[in-house]
């Protein structure tokens, strides 16, 4: 990440076109990457982990997902779902 430059840097490897990849930041995603990295600063252990629960990182999507899908109520959701949503919008 480069929030001098407003850019998000993804290497060929990191991406499944094997094409590297340069995202622009929004000022809605610069927020929340701020608001990441002030609950890292109060968290030292998570070592840079986005998703984390209780202050630990979250290791396995699956687990996390199904955990909150049932908290949520949304039994006919599936992470497949939100790929669908951002490739309409």
Known sequence: MNF????????????????????????????????LREEERKVASIGGAVFTRNGRPIRNYRTAFEEARENTGLKDVTPHDYRHTAITR
């Open 4 to 35: 001098k430059a407003g850019v998000i840097r993804l290497a060929a490897e990191d991406v499944k076109e094997a094409d590297k990849r340069v995202i622009p930041i929004s000022p809605t995603l610069r927020g929340i990457l701020e608001k």
